[in-house]
C-alpha cells in the first residue's frame, strides 16, 4: 500500500538530504511507529506521503500510484484519501467540535443527511459527546486532538498519517489519543505515526522504523523504541562511539 524505493529527498535550502537512500514497504492494515531523533526525517517521510513534497530521486507511491506523478490539480483528491492528526492540531478555530468534523466531509461532497448522523457517531466514538457545540479554544489539548482523531477518521481513510500526535500532551491524554488510533487501524485503516514517545511504543510492539541522519537504520516487527535490548549495561556514549 506504502512504497518507498531508494527515496532521496533533499530541501531546495538543505544542503543535507533529509531522506537518504530509503526503502520501504507497509502493506494495508498495518501499523508502524516511525521514531529516530530530532531532525532525522521522520516529518519528511510523511510529508513525502502527503505530497507536500516530492523526492529528488527514487519512488514514492501509494496503492500503486506514483506520487510524484500525480499533477498538482488532483494532489488534494489524494490528499482526501488520507487521514492527518498532527502535534499541534490545527483545528479550525472558528468551527465548532462538530463543525471542525464536518468539514472533512463537507469537502468531499458528503450530502448533509449523511454529514448529520455521522459527526456525532464519530465523536460519541473519541468520547466526546456532549461537546459538540464547543470552540477549540474551549477544549484541553487532549479533547482538542480527539477532534483532529475524529476529523481524520470520519471520511474512513485507507491511511492514516500521525505526526507526533501526543507531543503536546500528558502521560495519561497520551494513552487515550494512542487507543483512539489504535481503534481506527483495527477497523483496516494502515496507520504511520511518527514519535518520539517511548512508553507508547514500547506498550505495544509493533512494527518500528527508525530513523537517522535521514537513513532507514532499523525496521523490526514487534519492535521496542529505543531497538533491541541486549541486557547489556550500556558504555559511556563516548566508548560507544563507532560501535554502532
Ligand atoms: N523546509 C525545509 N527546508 C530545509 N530543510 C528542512 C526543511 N524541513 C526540514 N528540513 C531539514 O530536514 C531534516 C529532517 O527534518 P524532519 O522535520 O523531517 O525531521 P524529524 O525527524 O521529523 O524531526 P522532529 O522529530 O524534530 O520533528 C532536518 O535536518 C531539517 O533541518
Redesign the pocket.
Known amino acids: 500500500m506504502i512504497r518507498l524505493d531508494a527515496v532521496t529527498m533533499t530541501?531546495?535550502?538543505?544542503s543535507?538530504p533529509?531522506?537518504r537512500d530509503v526503502t520501504l514497504r507497509i502493506d494495508a492494515g498495518e501499523f508502524v511507529f516511525l521514531v529516530?531523533?530530532?531532525?532525522?526525517?521522520?516529518?519528511?517521510?510523511l510529508?513525502l506521503l502527503l505530497r507536500e513534497e516530492r523526492a529528488t530521486s527514487g519512488l514514492v507511491a501509494l496503492d500503486g500510484v506514483d506520487l510524484a506523478a500525480i499533477p498538482d490539480r488532483r494532489v488534494p483528491l489524494l490528499r482526501r484519501t488520507i487521514g492527518c492528526v498532527f502535534q499541534d492540531f490545527r483545528l479550525l478555530p472558528d468551527r465548532t467540535v462538530a463543525g471542525n468534523v464536518a468539514f472533512a466531509l463537507d469537502v468531499v461532497g458528503r450530502p448533509r443527511h449523511v454529514v448529520r448522523t455521522v459527526v456525532p457517531e464519530v465523536l460519541g466514538l473519541v468520547g466526546l459527546a456532549g461537546k459538540e457545540n464547543r470552540y477549540p479554544d474551549e477544549l484541553s489539548g487532549g479533547e482538542q486532538q480527539r477532534v483532529a482523531v475524529a476529523r481524520a477518521m470520519v471520511g474512513r481513510p485507507r491511511v492514516l498519517l500521525a505526526?507526533?500526535p501526543t507531543g503536546n500532551l500528558d502521560p495519561a491524554t497520551s494513552e487515550g489519543i494512542m487507543r483512539l488510533l489504535d481503534a481506527v487501524n483495527r477497523t483496516g485503516t494502515t496507520v504511520v505515526m511518527?514519535t518520539?514517545n517511548a512508553a507508547l511504543v514500547d506498550a505495544r510492539r509493533r512494527r518500528v522504523v527508525e530513523?537517522a541522519d535521514?537513513v532507514c537504520v532499523r525496521d523490526e516487527q514487534r519492535g521496542a523504541y529505543d531497538g533491541e535490548d541486549t541486557g547489556e549495561v550500556p558504555l559511556p556514549a563516548n566508548e560507544t562511539a563507532g560501535v554502532r
Not at 529516530?36 to 517521510?45: A, F, H, I, Q, R
Open positions: 530541501y531546495p535550502a538543505g543535507r533529509a531522506l529516530g531523533p530530532s531532525g532525522s526525517g521522520k516529518s519528511t517521510l510529508r505526526d507526533e511518527a518520539h530513523l535521514g
